[in-house]
C-alpha cells in the first residue's frame, strides 16, 4: 500500500509504479490537509484528506478551493474528478 505523504504527492504513473515529486513530499509532506490548502496545494491536501477517509478535512479543502476559485464543488467526487484522485480500493474502512 502507498504511505499517506506518498499518496498526496503522487504526479503520476510509470506501469504500476507512482511517480512522487520527492521535493514537495519533503518540503510539505508533514503538513496537514487545511495547512496545504491555506498555501495553495489543493490535490495535495485533498489527497491526504481522501487517504485518511476525512469527511470534515475533505470538506474543509473543498470549502478553501471554492473560494479561492469561485467554484461550487460539494461532492468529495468532484473532486477527486477534478484533481484525478481516487484512493485504491480500501485505503481506510470508512466510505466516502
Known amino acids: 500500500m502507498i504511505s499517506r505523504e506518498d499518496f498526496a504527492f503522487t504526479i503520476g504513473y510509470d506501469g504500476p509504479m507512482a511517480v512522487v515529486d520527492k521535493q514537495a513530499r519533503t518540503q510539505y509532506g508533514s503538513l496537514s490537509p487545511s495547512e496545504l490548502a491555506e498555501k495553495?496545494?489543493?490535490?495535495?491536501?485533498?489527497s491526504k484528506a481522501l487517504y485518511d477517509a476525512d469527511e470534515s478535512g475533505i470538506k474543509a479543502v473543498m470549502e478553501a478551493y471554492n473560494k479561492r476559485g469561485?467554484?461550487?464543488?460539494t461532492k468529495a467526487e468532484e473532486l477527486s474528478r477534478l484533481f484525478g484522485v481516487y484512493p485504491e480500493k480500501p485505503l481506510r474502512s470508512k466510505k466516502l
Open 70 to 73: 469561485g467554484t461550487a464543488y
Open 40 to 46: 495553495g496545494f489543493f490535490r495535495a491536501a485533498f
